[in-house]
């Protein structure tokens, strides 16, 4: 009996063994191929599949390639293939729009197996004439908008605010008053020594929509006169680089972001506008925490360039009345698309003096990977020494600046780190189209 006991006792020992030897090895293969797994997804070419967009835009006569790996593959089998190549013989599906552009779908293998569908558009060449030139901006808003608030003194001592009352916010932008439109404070001020004391029935936007505020003006009896107790804002100058125009069209973009109110942050929406000749009269450098600035002038009767037709989160955009011209770049310059920028050495074009749009050398130190519009592209930074000693770096003035990259144009200069004035953000130019 003992001696059957023991050799149940050794069986059980033995197939115990097995089994925590059989749990060990797969417990080493999965950590190997979990180890295996990761160290592939790190490797260049498999992380760059992952990471490329689902939706490809060229110019005609770019190439779209990983690292050079030369694992891209456009239809049937071709390895990375110029975007001027013929699309029957690149393409397993293709169309072609009546401007030259072509829609397409391709296919990204790797180690010849298909891992990804990718749209592709590849548009015509386009050739554009560089800015770099200091502009002034002049720009009329559509609607009055409420700056701020300031409180009326109806009787000795005691105050009111109909604004407030009536819930008017900061940034409402009011368009017309009992249904007729305002362009300016001075319409405003017209229609409420009109009306007097009596309710009005305000039009305002807020948030892209519309709405109807009433609200009873009331008697300063300091200003003399019926008041809402609010803040008006109806335009806005200031200078800025223009970053190109088209050569066709004479449509231009400049600056890069947008125009804002200065107390409400919000977008100013245009009614008209001009960007006229501008003269630079100093600068302030920029110093870590104090931005710079370049220092401007210009009349509202000097010379116009074009009229402004949209201000948007990414530019200011219009018509030019004639061509400005780039004395750097007679012949124009080719657009490049977001697909074709690298980190690494670029220039930027700007006026900072009296010598006219200079051509100056910087680094693209991060392009970051973009499938939709957003701001902050690349992260960019100054090492021509000549502006770094005229200017610091990156100053206010300077949003706009084309960016020049293998000899063609790829962004726009938009913002300052104000934690170090050599660096600053830019915008594709895939974005200001």
Known sequence: MICNKSKEMNFYTAHKRECEMKMKRKTIVCLLTCAAAVLLFRSGPVREIYEIPDHVILYRGEKFSIENTEILCFGSGAQNVSADANPESVFQEYAKAADGTIHARTQIRFLGITVKDVEVTIRPEKCVNPGGHCIGVALYTNGIILSGYSDIT????KKRNPALEAGLQEGDIITHVNGTAVGNARDMGRILSKYQAEPIQ???MRNQKSMQISITPVYDIYEKQYRLGLWLRDSTAGIGTLTFSDRTTKQFAALGHAICDPDTGIILPVKSGEIVQCVINEVKQGQKGIPGELKGSFHTNAPAYGKIMKNTEYGLYGVLFEDILNE???????VASRNSVSE?????LSTIDGNGVQEFEIEIVKANKQQQRASKSMVIQVTDERLLRKTGGIVQ???GSPIIQNGKLIGAVTHVLISDPTKGYGLYVDWME
Do not use: D, F, R, V
Not at 328 to 334: A, H, Q, R, T
Not at 344 to 348: L, N, P, R
């Open 202 to 204: 305000l039009t305002i």
């Open 344 to 348: 690494g050495k670029a220039t930027i």
């Open 328 to 334: 750097l770049y007679p012949e124009g310059i080719e």
């Open 397 to 399: 003035g300077m949003s």
């Open 154 to 157: 109806y009787e000795q001592g």
